[in-house]
C-alpha cells in the first residue's frame, strides 16, 4: 500500500491513477475537501481508499499508516502558491516533512518520495539543469525556497534515521484534471473551446513573453515517472528531474493549440523574452532514463491535443 499526502490534487490525483493503473493499492489523504474527483469513483474500496488526515499532526498519519499497512510514501506537500502568512507556511510545510520522514522511521516504510520542482533551479541562467548542479541560496518565491529547504532537511534526517528519501524534481505540468487554470495553455485551450479571448490580466502589462521558455510535460508522462522512481527496486541516487526532455516557449505552446484548436487567439502573446525567463529551461533527464526507464511519451503537439479531448469531454 502506498500512501499519497496531497494526493487530491493535480499532480497527486494524475499519479494516483497511474499508480492504480500499474497494479498498486493507493491510500490517499484529504485534509478540508469533501469531494472525491470523478476519476477515482470506479477504484474506490478496491484499489482506492481516502483518509481523512491533518500532515500536521503526527498521531493521525502514524493511524492511518499503520492502520493501512503503508509500505511507502509520496508526498505532495507544499505550501500555498499565494501563501497564508510566513509562519503559518512554514508551521504547515515543515510540520508535514518532519511527521513523514518520522512515521517513515517509525514504522519501517521502504521508501519516502518527496515531489520536489524545477523551480530549485530558478536563478540559474541556462539548462540543461543536473541535479548535481549547486542551487543558488537565495529563493524568489516561497515554492523555490520550501523545496531546496525539504531536500536539505530530509537528506540530513535521512541519513541519520536510516530512512531513503527520494527527491523528484517535476517540471512544468500541464493536462487532465488541472482547474487552477493558472498556466498558459491551460488559459489558452480554455478560452479557445468557448470562442474567447484568454485572459492574461494577472500578468505583468496583461501580457505573456512569446520566447519564455519551460519545460512543459504532460501531466501523464510525469505521473508515469514518479510512478516508475517511487516502484523502482534500487536507486542509485537520491535526486531525480522528472521532465519532458525539451525546453517548449509560449510561442511554441500557442502553435500547438492552435493545431487542436484552429479558431483559437491570443493577442496577449508579445514578442520577446522576460528578463525572469532562463534560456533553455529543461531538466536533464539521464538519471532516470538509466536508473528508472523513464522516457517522455508526449511532444507538446500530442499532450496539447489529449489535454483539448480532456477538455472537452470533461467540465471543470
Given at each position: 500500500m502506498i500512501l499519497i499526502i496531497g494526493g487530491m490534487g493535480f499532480i497527486g490525483l494524475n499519479t494516483a491513477l497511474r499508480l492504480i493503473e500499474a497494479g498498486e493499492r493507493v491510500v490517499i489523504t484529504q485534509h478540508n475537501a469533501r469531494r472525491v474527483p470523478d476519476a477515482l469513483a470506479p477504484h474506490l474500496d478496491e484499489r482506492a481508499f481516502v483518509e481523512r488526515m491533518d500532515a500536521t499532526k503526527l498521531y493521525e498519519m502514524m493511524e492511518v499508516a499503520h492502520r493501512r499497512e503503508v509500505e511507502s510514501v509520496i508526498t505532495f506537500a507544499a505550501p500555498p502558491a499565494r501563501g497564508i502568512s510566513p509562519q503559518e507556511d512554514y508551521r504547515i510545510?515543515?510540520?508535514?516533512?518532519?511527521n513523514t520522514l518520522e512515521t517513515a522511521r517509525t514504522l519501517g516504510l521502504r521508501r519516502v518520495s518527496l515531489a520536489s520542482s524545477t523551480s530549485v533551479y530558478g536563478g540559474l541562467p541556462e539548462g540543461p539543469f543536473r541535479e548535481d548542479m549547486p542551487l543558488p541560496i537565495h529563493s524568489r518565491t516561497q515554492v523555490e525556497a520550501f523545496k531546496k529547504a525539504m531536500e536539505i532537511h530530509a537528506f540530513h534526517y535521512a541519513e541519520r534515521a536510516g530512512v531513503?528519501?527520494?527527491?523528484?524534481?517535476?517540471?512544468?505540468?500541464?493536462?487532465?484534471?488541472?482547474?487552477?487554470?493558472?498556466?498558459?495553455?491551460?488559459?489558452?485551450?480554455?478560452?479557445?473551446?468557448?470562442?474567447?479571448?484568454?485572459?492574461?490580466?494577472?500578468?505583468?502589462?496583461?501580457?505573456?513573453?512569446?520566447?519564455?521558455?519551460?519545460?512543459?510535460?504532460?501531466?501523464?508522462?510525469?505521473?508515469?515517472?514518479?510512478?516508475?522512481?517511487?516502484?523502482?527496486?534500487?536507486?542509485?541516487?537520491?535526486?531525480?528531474?522528472?521532465?519532458?526532455?525539451?525546453?517548449?516557449?509560449?510561442?511554441?505552446?500557442?502553435?500547438?493549440?492552435?493545431?487542436?484548436?484552429?479558431?483559437?487567439?491570443?493577442?496577449?502573446?508579445?514578442?520577446?523574452?522576460?528578463?525572469?525567463?532562463?534560456?533553455?529551461?529543461?531538466?536533464?533527464?539521464?538519471?532516470?532514463?538509466?536508473?528508472?526507464?523513464?522516457?517522455?511519451?508526449?511532444?507538446?503537439?500530442?499532450?496539447?491535443?489529449?489535454?483539448?479531448?480532456?477538455?472537452?469531454?470533461?467540465?471543470?
Open positions: 510545510y515543515v510540520n508535514a516533512l518532519q531513503e528519501v527520494v527527491s523528484l524534481r517535476i517540471a512544468s505540468i500541464y493536462g487532465p484534471h488541472y482547474y487552477s487554470m493558472f498556466n498558459p495553455m491551460s488559459r489558452m485551450c480554455g478560452a479557445a473551446l468557448k470562442g474567447e479571448e484568454p485572459d492574461f490580466s494577472d500578468r505583468p502589462g496583461g501580457a505573456i513573453s512569446a520566447d519564455d521558455e519551460g519545460d512543459w510535460t504532460y501531466v501523464g508522462d510525469l505521473a508515469r515517472g514518479v510512478q516508475l522512481a517511487h516502484t523502482a527496486d534500487t536507486l542509485r541516487h537520491d535526486v531525480y528531474n522528472i521532465g519532458s526532455g525539451a525546453a517548449v516557449s509560449n510561442e511554441r505552446v500557442f502553435e500547438a493549440v492552435r493545431k487542436a484548436l484552429p479558431d483559437a487567439v491570443c493577442s496577449a502573446l508579445k514578442p520577446g523574452r522576460s528578463g525572469a525567463s532562463p534560456r533553455n529551461p529543461v531538466m536533464d533527464l539521464s538519471r532516470i532514463r538509466e536508473d528508472a526507464g523513464y522516457a517522455p511519451e508526449r511532444d507538446i503537439d500530442s499532450g496539447i491535443a489529449a489535454y483539448v479531448e480532456h477538455l472537452r469531454s470533461h467540465s471543470q
